[in-house]
């Protein structure tokens, strides 16, 4: 099995918690991680929210394939840890996930919003990458309504700090959560 299929091959054992990553970390440590952690370190993201394109920073990075994506849609346990790396980002980035009286999903800004706003809003943050990470895999793996509860949170921001973060940034986070054309 060549190296990037044996990466593939622990992604889902990776997320239930039976497995290392290729750094030799679990899932549930990269979730107590402190924000410095969080911040700092560059090859966990792509664990944490993993895409069915190489990445361009990450050689050990998984790439999804159908049957990894089949097992995110299927399985509740999978997609609950998944939720809950969303969780560990968004507090990351000072920002938080609910349900209004209705039922939607709705990403807002917590409290601690002013003081980690400072750590990635602005110009050209390596965030922003991680953002449009985050959005696909969202999309990629079903959860489509906290994608565009997450992007719907940007959007506001985007309209508070446009020249921080820059349009073309933007419309990366727009064509992420957009509906792929089915082949």
């Known amino acids: 099995m060549n190296h990037q299929k044996q990466l593939s091959a622990m992604l889902v054992p990776f997320y239930l918690g039976e ?12 979730w107590t991680w402190d924000f410095e952690e969080l911040e700092c ?26 049957k ?13 840890n998944l939720l809950r790396s969303f969780t560990v980002m968004l507090k990351f980035y ?21 003081n980690r706003k ?9 965030n922003y990458l991680r953002i449009t990470r985050i959005l696909k895999c969202l999309i990629t793996f079903g959860l489509e309504n906290e994608a565009q ?10 309209r508070e700090d446009s020249d921080r973060i820059g349009s073309e940034t933007f419309q990366y986070w727009t064509i992420a959560v957009k ?5």
């Open 19 to 30: 497995q290392r990553d290729s750094e030799g970390r679990t899932i549930q440590e990269m």
């Open 41 to 66: 370190i560059h090859n966990y993201i792509q664990w944490l929210f993993p895409l069915s394109e190489r990445s361009a920073f990450n050689r050990d990075a998984p790439i999804v394939d159908e």
């Open 68 to 80: 990894v994506i089949q097992a995110f849609q299927s399985n509740p346990h999978l997609r609950q």
């Open 94 to 114: 000072g920002l938080q996930r609910h349900q209004s009286n209705d039922g939607k999903i709705i990403v807002s800004q917590s409290e601690d919003y002013p």
């Open 118 to 126: 400072v750590e990635w809003v602005c110009i050209s943050d390596h």
């Open 149 to 158: 509860a997450f992007y719907e949170c940007l959007q506001q921001i985007y």
């Open 179 to 183: 509906p792929k054309a089915k082949m």
